[in-house]
């Protein structure tokens, strides 16, 4: 058994799932999520929590089975605590602004970068450095959080660019870093 996939996920208080043959429905304070799943996984309500089962021990079953909790653990999660990714903005002159629904940075190009919310997303600038990210849906989260990132990514050699807050980024040495004879 996938140790992962036999794990119940509780419902919380506030949060109700509906499941109908494959696709599974989850109504809750900060959003509804509704997701299709493959159609070999069972997915049931039993005693206040959603039980997945799967019909044989084989590889693409065993695989699917996690996945399949996972997901909609996240959805459950999504919509009652939300997620959130929270971006750093560094270098000099570079910054972001939120005007009304768009999102609008200021990142070393000759123009501005504006990024609009999408359905679902809400953006936040606490500083003119930080970006943070919220909604419902783990992957639009993430996605959206990433396509924010690709816009300026952090370079080597300063370090300037957009990065998550936690990321590492491995610095290298200029040119001068280079054994002399």
Do not use: C, W
């Not at 044989?56 to 997901?71: A, F």
């Not at 990433?146 to 290298?172: D, L, M, N, S």
């Amino acid at each position: 058994m996938s140790r992962i996939g036999r794990k119940h996920i509780a419902i919380p208080a506030g949060v109700e799932v509906k499941v109908n043959g494959h696709e599974v429905t989850v109504k809750g304070p900060k959003a509804t999520l509704t997701q299709e799943f493959h159609h070999d996984m069972a997915i049931a309500v039993e005693d206040g929590a959603v039980v997945v089962t799967r019909p044989s021990d084989e590889k693409e079953h065993r695989s699917l089975h996690g996945l399949t909790r996972t997901l909609i653990a996240n959805m459950v999660q999504g919509v009652s605590e939300g997620f959130s990714k929270e971006l750093e903005i560094n270098g000099v002159g570079y910054r972001a602004a939120k005007q009304g629904k768009n999102l609008v940075m200021t990142l070393g190009f000759s123009h501005q970068v504006i990024m609009p919310e999408i359905d679902g997303i809400t953006i936040d600038v606490p500083a003119p450095n930080k970006i943070i990210v919220h909604g419902a849906d783990k992957q639009k989260v993430g996605q959206f959080a990433a396509e924010i990132r690709e816009k300026r990514p952090p370079e080597p050699y300063k370090g300037k660019g957009i990065k998550y807050v936690g990321e590492t980024i491995i610095r290298k040495e200029g040119k001068a870093g280079k054994g002399k004879k």
